[in-house]
């Protein structure tokens, strides 16, 4: 069993598609682990996006992902890092294939509704960054 990292973006909140894309993975056959509604700091969107700093994109990036709520999530399954990204589709909308989120919902590589982990050492680490491990549920624990 695998864990990631999720983030429906500040676009993708104040577009209405919490509901849309939160259902796309639960019919994938995914699990919802964690989910916090909240906006993400100054400091919180360095730390995550740290390995980006130095681009040109970098500073537009954290401005944008610190400017709205966000609906951060931890999500578990068997494969969930690769099954996740293939559902969100490429990071250009415009490498995305149909029927992934990026494609059918967006325009922009700077606007593209969420954030899925690339590995299992990012996965570990944004989750850590965002949620404490009580916050984690545990179905084995639950009915
Ligand atoms: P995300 O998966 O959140 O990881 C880094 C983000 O930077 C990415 O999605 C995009 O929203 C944004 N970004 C903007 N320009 C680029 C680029 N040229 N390459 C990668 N990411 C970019």
Known sequence: M????LMIKPDGVQRGLIGEIVSRFERKGLQLTAAKFMVVSR????THYAEHKGKVFYEPLLEFIASGPVFAMVWQGDNVIALSRALIGKTDALDALPGTIRSDFAVHTNFNLIHGSDSA???EREIGIFFSPSELVNYEHTI
Not at 2 to 5: K, L, S
């Open 2 to 5: 695998e864990r990631t990292f």
């Open 43 to 46: 400091e919180l969107a360095e």
């Open 121 to 123: 050492a990012n996965a």
